[in-house]
């Protein structure tokens, strides 16, 4: 990237004061970089993402149409402090108000030092982001948003356009690639007008941002300045090593007691940060290390070996379809079971573990069992079935039972309750693994543990990524133990929690 530094004095061969007085220059500059700010403070407010596309379009619609006005009259200042009578009052075919609101054309004025700039940080950004391929560069986003009407139509969407029809706006919709661009013109203006502060993209920013986390004091043992630039030695750079600290902690051996302690509170405090503010830049950073591997080589980001969506999310839809069978020495039972609650699939899971538990409610359900069918302290066999397939099939006892609303323990006796009530809900604790056709398997334990860890998968700690080769193997031959799950829990296939790869496994009935 060329260095902002090339524009000291501006230019010898044309002044700035050939144009207009330097002071009418910064007043104009100053007024820019502030309506960025009001317009960066604005986007804050707008906070998550809609699952109807019109509406975010009216959600984001005064940050778009704000930064579109804005980032046109950046870069028309820019080619105006260059160019004679660019910004005269006149409307000729080679002036400001000739080139209209068509970004495109007044991008294709600007020097090439100027381009140049913008470009480096819409292609660092657009990497950041995952911009769509077909706009590589921002000449292109630029043409994109230029057509069918340009920044008048997302002016007037509201009135004149379908909401419901998204291909009618120019797009892509984004609201943050425009606030980058800008942000990049505003640099390029206070560098011309003030001291040169460079260019402030996207790594400069994350960069400031974990240096921030780190400036907490260090605890008085176990941990030294020695130890912290070890560290980001060791991952490659700042970026790098809290992005291999967020995805593979539990797994990384390398890194003491003491100092992935420390990070994690440095990793929470910029959490916390991040929110307060609404940083997206900071939360999406935290977000993508915690779900692939994602690396930076000082100018572009990659990612790769995105761990599976959420549970929540995969299921959504379709769901349904769970079913239980029960089988003791003296009774069985079978039949469907109501689905998990949405709000705890992320850690949630099957009890492939002796000590684990699987709950059971039969709340939406006709054909709940009977009280007798389940008694609290009862031992057998435990099918979990979706689809009709099983996914988990245990020795287990039911550790509690009730109607809707009551709750029995193993103590309390069965004649005290209404033995023809049918059950609302019942827990099941495993308790060992069921003798397979080839005689495989154990005995019920007596005495199980007590889940400690919930059902994350313990392969991989619960973070989803090889223990091996801590989520960064680039392809097949780089790591064999996840040769079949590239850089991914070979055991979880990237979830995380024990059961969830075999629960999508049997999403199609």
């Not at 979990?384 to 109607?403: D, E, F, I, T, Y």
């Not at 495989?440 to 973070?463: D, F, N, W």
């Given at each position: ?54 509406y975010d379009a009216i959600r984001f619609w005064p940050v778009v149409v704000g930064a579109y ?269 109501d689905d998990p609650p949405s709000q705890r699939l992320d850690d949630w899971g099957l009890p ?54 009551r709750f029995i323990g193993p103590d309390e006796p069965l004649e005290s309750t209404d033995r ?90």
């Open positions: 990237m060329a260095a902002v530094s090339e524009y000291a004095d501006l230019e010898k061969k044309h002044g700035l004061e050939d144009v207009m007085p330097v002071d009418q220059y910064r007043h104009k500059a100053h007024l820019m970089e502030g309506a960025f700010h009001q317009l960066v403070e604005h986007r804050r407010q707008v906070q998550g993402r809609d699952l109807a596309p019109h006005s804005l980032l046109e009259q950046c870069i028309k200042l820019l080619v105006g402090i260059r160019t004679t009578g660019y910004l005269d009052d006149g409307g000729g075919a080679k002036t400001a108000k000739g080139d209209g609101h068509n970004l495109a054309k007044v991008f294709s004025r600007l020097s090439e030092l100027d381009r140049g700039l913008l470009e480096e940080c819409y292609a660092e950004y657009a990497s950041f982001i995952q911009f769509p391929p077909e706009f590589q560069k921002l000449e292109q986003y630029l043409q994109g948003v230029s057509k069918k009407g340009g920044q008048i139509a997302w002016r007037y969407f509201l009135l004149e356009k379908s909401p419901k029809n998204m291909k009618e706006l120019p797009g892509p919709l984004s609201p943050d690639m425009f606030l980058e661009i800008t942000r990049s013109a505003t640099d390029i203006l206070m560098a011309k007008a003030w001291t040169d502060h460079g260019m402030h993209g996207v790594h400069r920013r994350l960069q400031h941002q974990l240096c921030a986390a780190l400036s907490q004091p260090l605890p008085q043992e176990g941990v030294s300045i020695e130890d912290l630039n070890a560290w980001v030695q060791r991952g490659g750079g700042l970026i790098n090593a809290f992005s291999r600290h967020i995805r593979a902690r539990a797994l990384d051996g390398e890194c003491g007691d003491a100092l992935a302690k420390w990070l994690d509170e440095a990793v929470e405090q910029l959490r916390q940060s991040a929110e307060e503010r609404y940083d997206v830049d900071t939360l999406r950073f935290l977000h993508m290390a915690s779900r692939c591997c994602m690396t930076t080589d000082g100018k572009r980001f990659e990612f790769r070996n995105h761990r599976p969506e959420p549970l929540s999310k995969s299921l959504r839809p379709p769901r349904g379809g769970w079913s239980t069978s029960w089988r003791t020495k003296e009774s069985s039972w079978s039949g469907p079971i492939l573990r002796t000590g684990q538990a699987f709950k059971a409610s039969w709340r939406r359900t006709e054909n709940a069992p009977a009280m007798q069918e389940l008694v609290p302290g009862t031992e057998g066999e435990l099918k979990v079935l979706r689809h009709g397939q099983v996914l988990a099939n245990m020795w287990a006892r039911v550790s509690s039972s009730g109607p809707q609303g023809g009530e049918k059950l609302g809900h019942a827990t099941f604790r495993r308790t060992g693994d069921c003798r397979a056709a080839d005689g495989a398997g154990s005995e019920p334990e007596r005495h199980y543990p007590a889940l400690v860890e919930g059902y994350a998968c313990p392969e991989c700690a619960g973070t989803g990524f090889c223990r091996n080769c801590l989520g960064e193997a680039a392809n097949a031959d780089d790591c064999h133990a996840c040769a079949d799950a590239l850089g991914l829990c070979p055991a979880c296939r990237g979830h995380g929690q024990d059961g969830h790869y075999a629960i999508l496994a049997a999403t199609d009935a």
